[in-house]
């Protein structure tokens, strides 16, 4: 009867269940906020917290846009300078006191070839008069040239050719910098998972410590134990709960450098998943690793395009020894009605033609401009083998750190089991009276401190390979940067 009920209220339950899941939208289910505080946080979802809210994956995409408008601009330099012009201008002036000749007209007569007489009015100055006079004037125009360039030994292809390698850099280094973001918050994040566990076995630790006194403190009463032992053994409770606020004070540095490395508040509680600590651990071939790298690594190809940059910039500042040519085109049109001009009121004025100009000297400006811009190749050359060469460095001293710590975890694996078994031979020993408080309090200690270190080397495994996956390059292999 009793289990016939039990399974009546699971199927109304179950019922229920699927109701609420009917009726709420999904996106209520799947869309969480984006405060990392009070709700359960992978990994996955840390990074993607710290991905939507990076200040510095920003800054790269700015200068992806600040070389993305390099390159239109070089491409710029291919087409004409084209540009159009307008005036217009009005001007009244007054002259004063201003002396002017009076004219009369008489007429006089030529004999012309034909015989015939023709009489032609000639004006003749017969005297002066002084007064202002107003003068009244206009002027107006229009016009447009072009310039097109056709040679200037190459400077504008290799700016071109530049501009697109800093282009493709600004893109690798926006990825790498995605990069650099997963494993801040990885590290972050086994961090809070370490000193989670710590702080889980420092309460065990202190739980065990209490019940252990209790039992003491009874066995006193009874006589069975000196009040030494009770001493003793409160120390120890004491220290297991100083051992416990070391470990929570941790854990509130490590939670709020994950909250750091995804650039978002404090969290007042953050509940983090503990599979990662049932990962393998394995060890990879260090030479494959370095393969890995040298081939992956979203930084060391950028870097290689910086120099492929430098070295067209380098053939751009060559450019100037040679003659440069152009083509040009201009036309203009004017209206003047000043009473003062000569000639027609209107004109139309055009001109075409080439002009070559070859700059022989500029006291060696194109010398030391170009000896510059190699040197700036071979310093982007230089740093690019120097980045290999470190790259090298991080993959071994990450592969290091993951055998040191695979080591350790088997060194504290049988610890724990070996320290497990002296506590039970320290409490029967104690417990037939052929041992000592002190011999459990040592046993006690040497378990706790395998239980930690347990944890430690599980976590540097962690974080060692969350280091080595970066510096090899795999973030981005894996897709994870995305």
Not at 255 to 276: C, G, H, Y
Not at 405 to 413: D, F, G, Q
Request: hydrophobic share 40%; with cysteine.
């Amino acid at each position: 009867m009793f289990q016939r009920d039990i399974c009546r209220l699971l199927t109304v339950a179950t019922v229920l269940l699927a109701s609420v899941l009917v009726l709420v939208p999904a996106g209520a289910l799947a869309q969480a906020p984006e405060s990392a505080e009070g709700r359960l946080l992978t990994l996955r979802d840390c990074v993607r917290i710290a991905m939507e809210s990076s200040a510095n994956i920003r800054i790269r995409q700015a200068e992806f846009e600040i070389a993305d408008d390099n390159v239109q601009e070089s491409w710029g330099a291919f087409l004409p300078d084209l540009s159009i012009n307008g005036s217009y201008g009005k001007t009244d002036r007054t002259d004063y006191d201003s002396e002017q000749t009076e004219y009369g007209v008489y007429d006089r007569g030529f004999e012309t070839v034909g015989g015939d007489s023709v009489y032609i009015p000639t004006p003749i100055p017969v005297g002066t008069t002084v007064g202002d006079v107003d003068v009244h004037s206009k002027s107006k125009g229009f016009g447009a040239a072009a310039n097109l360039n056709l040679f200037d030994g190459l400077a504008n292809i290799n700016q071109l050719k530049s501009s697109k390698a800093y282009r493709e850099a600004a893109v690798l280094n926006e990825g790498y910098t995605r990069e650099e973001v997963i494993q801040r918050v990885a590290v972050a994040y086994y961090n809070v998972l370490r000193y989670t566990q710590l702080k889980d076995v420092a309460e065990e630790t202190r739980d065990e410590a209490a019940a252990l006194l209790e039992r003491t403190e009874t066995y006193f009463r009874l006589g069975s134990a000196a009040k030494s032992e009770v001493l003793q053994q409160r120390v120890r409770l004491e220290q297991t709960r100083y051992d416990l606020v070391v470990a929570e004070n941790a854990l509130e540095m490590a939670v709020a450098d994950l909250a750091f490395a995804m650039n978002q508040p404090l969290a007042a509680r953050v509940e983090i998943d503990t599979s990662p600590l049932q990962t393998e651990m394995v060890l990879e071939d260090v030479n494959l690793l370095y393969s890995e790298a040298l081939g992956n690594r979203l930084d060391l190809q950028s870097s290689q395009y910086g120099v492929d940059a430098a070295e067209h910039s380098a053939s751009a500042a060559s450019g100037n020894f040679w003659p440069r040519i152009d083509v040009y085109g201009r036309y203009q049109k004017s209206f003047d009605e000043s009473p003062y001009k000569f000639g027609a009121q209107t004109s139309d004025y055009l001109s075409y033609g080439a002009q070559a100009n070859w700059q022989v000297f500029n006291r060696f400006q194109n010398f030391t401009n170009r000896s510059k811009a190699k040197a700036q190749a071979r310093i982007a050359e230089y740093n690019h083998e120097q980045s290999e060469l470190n790259a090298q460095i991080e993959v071994r001293q990450y592969h290091n750190a993951m055998r040191a710590s695979i080591e350790k975890h088997k060194v504290a694996t049988e610890t724990i089991s070996q320290a497990e078994e002296e506590v039970r031979l320290a409490q029967e020993r104690f417990r037939v009276g052929a041992g000592t408080q002190l011999d459990r309090i040592n046993a006690e200690v040497s378990l706790a401190s395998a239980r930690a270190e347990e944890v430690q080397a599980m976590c540097d495994y962690l974080i060692s390979r969350a280091q080595l996956w970066r510096a090899t390059g795999r973030y981005s292999q894996l897709g994870l940067d995305q």
